[in-house]
């Protein structure tokens, strides 16, 4: 009789570094995805149809993210990530690096500002 091999997962993958245990990370991953989604829901007049839109998921799918029960797997968080800077925001927080977002912002931020004041030169002269 042949043994299969190569079938077992890595039993040390399964959770994130920083969180004592794998059901404390996903629980934590759900809240601030549907937080994110909730807040884009409000400020931007979004419905969970949009978002299905977005990721091809289902209704049912959908409300369970928005709710914070479930959180998206990856095939769906990289579209709800393209479109929303609420969920991107979201999960780099859950990762812990959220610093290198702001780090981003506030270059652009002072590009934009550099800009400005270029432009208001032009004005000037």
């Not at 937080?35 to 998921?57: P, Q, V, Y």
């Not at 991107?88 to 800009?115: D, H, M, N, W, Y």
């Amino acid at each position: 009789m042949r043994t299969k091999k190569g079938n077992q997962l890595h039993s040390k993958g399964n959770k994130l570094p920083f969180f004592e245990n794998a059901e404390d990370a996903r629980e934590c991953y759900a809240r601030e995805i549907g937080n994110a989604l909730r807040s884009e829901i409000a400020a931007t007049g979004r419905t969970a149809k949009d978002i299905m839109r977005w990721t091809r998921a289902s209704e049912r799918a959908v409300k369970g993210w928005i709710s914070g029960r479930r959180g998206p797997t990856g095939e769906h968080l990289i579209p709800l990530m393209a479109r929303s800077d609420a969920v991107f925001a979201a999960v780099l927080k859950v990762t812990g690096r959220e610093r290198s977002s702001r780090s981003r912002q506030v270059a652009e931020v002072r590009r934009l500002i550099q800009e400005a004041a270029a432009a208001l030169d032009e004005v000037d002269r």
